[in-house]
């Protein structure tokens, strides 16, 4: 049975838990964008995804003027991932619901990197993400050949 009702399905669950990486786009009230990468975060529930804010200046910036951002995944090796569109707020470590949503990241951090606020973000739309070799080459394109051919291009051994 799904755990989700909501856009954040199973299915983006388990991709979100085999990348690494995740990047998050914002834009300031110019409209100027701007994506980095981050590694603390997590999907907290079928709307929400959590992402630590330790040194993220601009990314904090820009949600305090304008909260529309998006955010995408990939697994590297299997080269599948999502894109995620929505709204965030910042939650810094005073607000009384903090604790809550923070808990999932400081798992992570434990006390070695501090946390300065977290970045709640509602998610309303998700959008698969697809190396185009499974729609170009769909009889040799796997997601076993796709691993192969990804360790070889990062130098990984087996
Ligand atoms: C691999 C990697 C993972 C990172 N993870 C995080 C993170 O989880 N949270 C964070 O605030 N910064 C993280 N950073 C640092 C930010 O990406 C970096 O400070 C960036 O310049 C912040 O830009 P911004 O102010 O535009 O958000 C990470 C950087 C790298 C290279």
Redesign the pocket.
Known sequence: MSRASGVLTDAVRQAASRSV?CW?A?VDAQGQP????????AIADDRHVV??????????RNIAQQPQVCLSFVDVLVQKGFKLTGTARELLPSDADYAGWAASLLAMTGDRIPL?SVLLITVQGVQPIVAPSYWLFPQTTTEAAQIEAARRTYGLGD
């Open positions: 990486l998050l914002t701007n994506v980095s990468p981050k590694e603390v975060w992402v630590a804010n330790i040194a993220s200046p601009v990314t904090v300065r």
